[in-house]
């Protein structure tokens, strides 16, 4: 009963006029909570204990992990979507991918960012092209090249099937990001909160890490479902002007 | 530079990143509204409103 439930909800969803009212009854609640979210987060992040080795240079993780976990989370989605795109041919897949990409890249920008912030006091250096480093460096310039991609084409149902294979062969990166720590020796550390044997991150931190990473997450979903539905207007603007050259031309 | 100066500076360029992907979207909103708002004024409307003739599924 509940999956038939979920299952007509989302197929309800396939129709962009009933998303856009669904959007906007859930968008304030959203952005509320995202408010809440890093609120909470902020105010555990300056109340949490420097680190014995890293010292107050710790609370860039706070940042820089989130940034890290969310660039590869839209990128997820963005595979997601074009799967949704390939397969089903849902009318919503390619909004939702397209809507995505500049939004993974600010996340992947960040990430690149304050990850060179903090490699600077701890590692002496800026930047090193080891596996970590690179692979996400890579990540960003996929994000550019897709925004690039959807830019260039004046249909968007024709860039849609060309993005959604790009989308899924540049998918192969996100596993080399994750694991490049265990299978090539690289100067970024291992995995410290996603281990098959639980977090080895104390507590204190790790709890301003978490609700960090929550409040990153919800404005992810926040800013996308905006996005998207930024992106069905700008599809239905298209349609309508076509319409209105065809009604004077006729 | 300090520690300080570091964990100062990625809070202020993370913000501002934030601050600047906000302001994208809901430019592009009003932007967008905009262009529906004055489409409709000319009296273009989309197959699927109430009073066309035919239903569309385009998005």
């Known amino acids: 009963m509940m999956i038939t439930n979920a299952a007509n909800f989302l197929t309800g969803l396939a129709n962009p006029t009933r998303f856009l009212s669904v959007a906007a009854k859930i968008l304030p609640w959203m952005s509320a909570i995202t408010l809440v979210l890093f609120a909470v987060g902020l105010y555990l992040s300056i109340q949490a204990p420097e680190d014995y080795q890293q010292g107050m240079t710790v609370r860039i993780m706070f940042i820089h992990v989130p940034s890290a976990w969310l660039a590869m989370l839209c990128y997820s989605v963005m595979a997601a979507a074009a799967i949704g795109t390939l397969v089903w041919r849902h009318p919503l897949a390619d909004v939702a991918a397209q809507a995505a990409a500049p939004l993974g890249a600010a996340f992947t920008f960040l990430a690149l960012l304050t990850g060179s912030l903090w490699g600077k006091p701890m590692w002496g250096t800026w930047w090193v092209w080891d596996a970590r480093l690179t692979s996400v460096f890579v990540l960003f310039l996929m994000y550019l090249g897709l925004i690039a991609l959807n830019r260039a084409m004046d249909d968007p149902t024709r860039s849609a099937r060309v993005s959604a294979i790009l989308i899924l062969v540049g998918y192969v990166n996100i596993p080399i990001i994750k694991f490049s720590v265990d299978w090539w020796n690289t100067l970024h550390q291992p995995a410290s909160v996603m281990r098959l044997d639980g977090p080895t991150i104390h507590p204190s931190m790790l709890y301003p890490l978490l609700v960090m990473a929550l409040a990153f997450s919800m404005l992810f979903f926040t800013l996308h479902i905006m996005a998207m539905r930024n992106e069905i207007w700008r599809r239905r603007v298209a349609t309508l002007r076509r319409q209105a050259a065809r009604s004077v031309s006729g | ?59």
Not at chain 2, 5 to 26: E, P
Not at chain 2, 29 to 41: M, S
């Open chain 2, 1 to 59: 530079m300090t520690h300080l100066a570091y964990v100062l500076l990625s809070y202020g360029i993370c913000a501002a990143t934030i601050a600047i992907m906000i302001a994208w979207v809901l430019l592009d909103q009003r932007a967008r509204l905009a262009e529906l708002a004055e489409l409709e004024a000319r009296g273009v409307k989309r197959r699927s409103d109430p009073g066309s003739q035919a239903g569309s599924a385009d998005v």
